[in-house]
């Protein structure tokens, strides 16, 4: 029976209207615990931040990449009080809070020794920023580390507590870590980084949320990105690496393997990616030479044409 009878047939239907009432008032209630018990923070559950396990999982990445392809020598770690240098008032462009200050003096960096050459990739196109180093001939290294981790577009959508960590000179990824959530986000992401088409057993599934239930209006589109607790953002990183999804030509430069499928079977062919059979010297060697030489063999084509 609905709502919408008339006066008269409510009247010759009370018992009828007050059994609807009573499911009605019972669904009621259900729906209103149902709403009670949501919690839209419950794709989170369990994840935490702490700085110790943070910075234990950056050196254990960096310590990945020195079997791979980066020379140990790169690793930059912080004195047991932290790097001094990375202060507040240095970066106080940024408008960081103090965890975030405190966890960048107490990180390991990669830093590239030889002159003249890029800052090391620690994934496909782009370089973790070293605050360490900074930009030290500048008045304002706080803007500047803020601009180039965070890029001009998405700069002003991040609160005090997230910082971006990733730079790179061609249009880079944003890589965002909040230092309350204990996640790390990572903006645009590519496809096979978001989805897994089934071939992949060891995929690390990202968190999708929705921001519209939690997070303030400002912060909503960004946080629609695909996510991992810490830990995991860096051990699915460490996948990209071993499926060869992010493929080294040399410590300034990693591909994916659409752009370079011979350097990928170079790397089969020294054992990659069994750590106990992958001949790390012999392999970079022999992607060095390839690259020499294809090379010289385009220049040679390039010469050919302009005779």
């Known amino acids: ?174 890589l965002l870590l909040d230092t309350q959530l204990g996640l790390v986000y990572w903006l645009e992401a590519p496809g096979y980084i978001k989805f897994n088409d089934g071939s992949n057993p060891s995929f690390i599934s990202p968190i999708f949320n929705n921001p519209s239930e939690w997070a303030p209006a400002s912060e909503q589109e960004w946080r629609e990105e695909p996510c991992w607790s810490i830990p995991d953002f860096f051990e699915m990183l460490k996948q990209q690496f071993i499926q060869l999804q992010f493929i080294p030509l040399n410590p300034q430069e990693i591909v994916e393997p659409k752009f370079s499928h011979r350097v990928e079977e170079i790397y089969r062919q020294f054992g990659w990616p069994d750590l106990e059979k992958y001949r790390k010297e012999e392999c970079q060697a022999a992607v060095r030479a390839f690259l020499v030489a294809r090379e010289e063999t385009e220049q040679a084509e390039r010469l050919s044409k302009n005779i």
């Open 1 to 174: 029976m609905s709502f919408h009878s008339t006066q008269s047939d409510v009247a010759g239907n009370v018992e009828d209207i007050s059994a609807h009432e009573g499911d009605v008032s019972s669904q009621s209630s259900v729906s209103s615990q149902s709403e009670a018990s949501f919690d839209p923070m419950e794709d989170f559950e369990g994840i935490s931040y702490s700085q110790e396990a943070t910075t234990r999982a950056f050196r254990d990445y960096y310590a990945f990449l020195a079997k791979m392809y980066v020379d140990e020598s790169c690793i930059a770690e912080p004195p047991p009080d932290g790097w001094p240098s990375i202060t507040s008032e240095r970066y106080r462009g940024m408008g960081k809070t103090d965890t975030v200050v405190e966890l960048l003096r107490h990180l390991p960096y990669l830093v590239e020794k030889t002159p003249g050459l890029r800052d090391i990739e620690a994934i496909s196109y782009c370089h973790f920023y070293n605050f360490e180093r900074g930009a030290p001939r500048s008045d304002d290294e706080g803007d500047i580390a803020k601009v180039l981790t965070e890029t001009h577009e998405w700069e002003d959508f991040f609160p005090p507590h997230v910082f971006g960590f990733c730079s790179g000179e061609n249009d880079p990824d944003v």
